[in-house]
């Protein structure tokens, strides 16, 4: 009954105001009563006025909006019926009297655009300026982007009583907006003036508020911001909005994915469609980090079948929930197998016979592996055969290998074992109608086990974040990028290449738990401490992405390029990891001695280990 009787009163209202701004404007214009023939006229004239103005409001349904968030779509709308209800009875009479009253149907316009709009104005103004939290502010927050973005995070900030946060301005490179004002805010000046205005204002977090905006000039701001020691956030890209990874309107911490600033990858979609769409697809390590978000990427292309194998019943279970709740009509199978398994692995190939394989199945952690040779050498090494070989044996199209930058002059078992890999599936395609290729590239940004997820752990518990050398550096890229150029590069193959991705200046590993500590808000070795523990075993200072024996030419893609294919001999490949397969039982100390055997450039930095 309420919203009933409150439609009502609207209705009502703006009704009122077309014939009451009518009888000012005849007020004002006395003449044009006798024009329109006296009071018969003047009736006729208003009521034409009122049923124009009524359907108008109706159309438009201005009785349904809510006047607290009145705006330039409703001022349209205001506008448009002000002119109707005002024109058309003008028209008419000038059509049917042939006379009428210019001045009259201005004035009329007029009255009743203000007495429509002005009533829903002053309410908006009314609630704006007394919209304020309840709840004691306890942290001031400086806005970079005094565009719309900016603003309706600014709004939200003064009115959401669940925002302990109030704006105190903006920054903006605009000069134009420089020393103005948004909703009451000073635009204080340009991103120069970031550090001295946090310090003169006592700002306690920064919200980055430009989400169309390059990723590179992102990476400029948060390394401009990160100096003046107070928490930084960030509304997310246009893409992540669109593409799910970030609610619109919703502010994230700033993550270390925003300082590495590169630009969005130019994807071929032709090339990679031609090789996926409707082909049996197989992703071993479904269920990995790299793995799962090759299917998430592959799925898009249409394959007429997914296979999702992973050894780990809870992260392929979880892989295959995700993907059929976002891809409900892609076929898609599960197949729980261990690599190391010929027969499983025979049998899914005599089954399913997969047309695309894209081998993600490894054991990557190079500590654990260091401890557990074995293991790894079971994994990398003969997983690989296994897939691969039935890869060749039931006609698969292509084979992508995920690598590694540590598989060159390797110092660890794990990039001993993943060179190994390599070298198996560049011999095996010299003789297959299959084209085997690897992709090799470097850490990647929040997979499982990998230190960024271990540096949050560690602030979040108060400290030290613990860094193995003070002089070591990688390779560093996001998942989504790295498992795009995967498949890109797998578009490129033409058998036997090894495509090595553009990863980027390479990142030294303290000032990436620097850039942490100072995003979450706190002060390195101030707040939180740094502790450096030494190197592990197997671990080296730096990656490097080719081996000496490696030329470097470029593909069509500007971030991916090609390792000239080694000159292996397969005879003597087969030979030496049929040793290998003798040795997996005895002392780690043998194992190692046929690693180096079989890959020269390994160098053994010596640990103890257990078989």
């Given amino acids: 009954m309420r919203v009933a009787y409150r439609t009502k009163v609207i209705i009502g209202w703006d009704l009122a105001a077309i014939l009451l701004s009518l009888a000012a404007a005849y007020i004002m214009e006395p003449a044009a009563s006798e024009a329109l023939g006296g009071a018969a006229g003047w009736l006729l004239y208003g009521a034409a006025s009122a049923a124009i103005g009524f359907w108008s409001v109706t159309r438009h349904r201005l009785h349904r909006r809510i006047w607290q968030y009145t705006g330039i779509a409703e001022l349209k709308c205001i506008l448009q019926t002000a002119l109707l209800a005002a024109l058309i009875p003008f028209v008419a009479a000038w059509v049917l009297q042939g006379q009428a009253q210019t001045l009259l149907m201005l004035h009329h316009f007029i009255g009743i655009a203000a007495l429509m709009a002005g009533p829903r104005i002053a309410w908006r103004a009314f609630c704006d300026k007394y919209s304020v939290k309840k709840q004691p502010i306890t942290r001031r927050a400086l806005i970079i982007g005094a565009g719309s973005c900016g603003t309706l995070i600014a709004k939200e900030m003064q009115q959401n009583d669940g925002v302990n946060v109030t704006p105190v301005g903006f920054i903006d490179d605009d000069p134009y907006k420089h020393r103005m004002q948004v909703l009451g805010l000073p635009v204080f000046g340009g991103r120069g003036d970031i550090g001295c205005i946090v310090e003169n204002h006592r700002i306690d977090e920064i919200v980055i508020a430009m989400p169309s905006v390059s990723k590179t000039q992102i990476s400029a701001l948060v390394n401009i911001c990160k100096t003046t020691k107070v928490k930084l956030r960030i509304v997310p890209d246009l893409q992540d909005m669109i593409d799910g990874r970030g609610a619109s309107g ?61 050894h780990g019943e809870n992260s392929i279970y979880n892989i295959e929930m995700e993907m059929r709740s976002v891809f409900p009509d892609l076929p898609i199978e599960t197949v729980i197998a261990d690599v190391q398994d010929r027969t499983r692995i025979d049998a899914v190939f005599a089954k399913y016979r997969p047309q695309v394989v894209f081998h993600a199945a490894a054991h990557k952690h190079v500590p654990l592996m260091e401890r557990n040779p074995a293991e790894a050498i079971k994994n990398n090494v003969f997983g690989t055969k296994n897939v691969s070989e039935c890869a060749d044996a039931y006609g698969a199209e292509r084979f992508v290998l995920i690598s590694t930058d540590k598989a060159v002059n390797p110092t660890s078992v794990m990039g001993t074992t993943k060179r190994i890999a390599e070298m198996f599936i560049q011999s095996l395609d010299k003789h ?143 030979f030496e990891i049929r040793k290998m397969e003798k040795v997996l039982g005895q002392h780690p100390d043998e194992i190692r001695a046929v690693l180096q055997h079989l890959v020269p450039s390994y160098r053994n930095v010596g640990t103890t280990a257990v078989g």
């Fill in 250 to 310: 919703r502010v994230r911490d700033v993550s270390v994915e925003d300082l590495l600033g590169r630009d969005p990858i130019r994807t071929d979609l032709e090339h990679i469609a031609g090789y996926v769409e409707q082909k049996v697809v197989l992703v071993t390590g479904a269920g990995g980090s790299i793995g799962s978000e090759l299917c998430r990427q592959i799925a898009p292309f249409a394959p007429s079948k997914l296979l999702l194998l992973g």
């Fill in 432 to 574: 297959s109608a299959t084209k085997f290729v690897a992709v090799r590239f470097g850490n990647v940004l929040g997979s499982r086990g990998s230190v960024i997820p271990r540096f949050k752990d560690q602030i979040l518990k108060g400290g030290p974040v613990t860094v193995t050398h003070p002089e070591m550096v990688r390779y560093f890229m996001t998942i989504p990028e790295a498992v795009q150029l995967v498949i890109q590069a797998g578009s490129f193959a033409k058998g036997g290449e090894v495509f090595i991705l553009d990863m980027g200046k390479p990142v030294k590993i303290y000032d990436l738990a620097v850039d942490l500590i100072r995003l979450s808000g706190y002060e390195p070795n101030l707040d939180i401490d740094i502790a450096f523990t030494g190197m592990r075993e197997g671990e080296k200072l730096y990656e490097e992405l080719l081996t000496n024996e490696e030329g470097l030419s470029s593909t069509m893609h500007n971030r991916i390029f090609i390792g000239r294919p080694a000159q292996l001999n397969r005879t003597e490949l087969d």
